[in-house]
């Protein structure tokens, strides 16, 4: 049974920083696209930071939301299997749920329609 868990969310004030962890579990996800979307009130789910498959001799990439550029950080271990998404300079406007996603989709997937599988997401609230 395929399992993403998300964890480290909560409040924080704005110019403050999070680290949100992403635990994938049911089969290797070394070979998957990992990416982190989040969706706040009112507005469609985005996706915030992607980061390509991994493994030996394999060129990982990361790429990124406009938005948060300069900001925030995607990794995953070498495992491949837990992902993380440190966020700096956090912003009252980067309030939302944040949802750790999996795709098997190679070529720096961005839409949710290309992702195959979800968590269920967690709460960053950011005050000013």
């Known amino acids: 049974q395929v399992q993403l868990v998300e964890s480290g969310g909560g409040l924080v004030q704005a110019g403050g920083s999070l680290r949100l962890s992403c635990a994938a579990s049911?089969?290797?996800?070394?070979?998957?696209?990992m990416g982190w979307f989040r969706q706040a009130p009112g507005k469609e789910r985005e996706l915030v930071a992607g980061i390509t498959r991994s493994g030996p001799s394999i060129n990982t990439q990361t790429y990124y939301a406009d938005s948060v550029k300069g900001r925030f950080t995607i990794s995953r271990d070498s495992t491949g299997n837990m992902v993380y998404l440190q966020m700096n300079s956090l912003k009252p406007e980067d309030t939302a749920v944040y949802y750790c996603?999996?795709?098997?989709?190679?070529?720096?997937?961005?839409?949710?329609?290309?992702?195959?599988?979800w968590g269920q997401g967690t709460q960053v609230t950011v005050s000013s």
């Open positions: 049911g089969r290797t996800f070394s070979s998957y696209t």
């Open positions: 996603a999996a795709s098997s989709n190679w070529n720096r997937p961005v839409r949710k329609y290309e992702f195959n599988y």
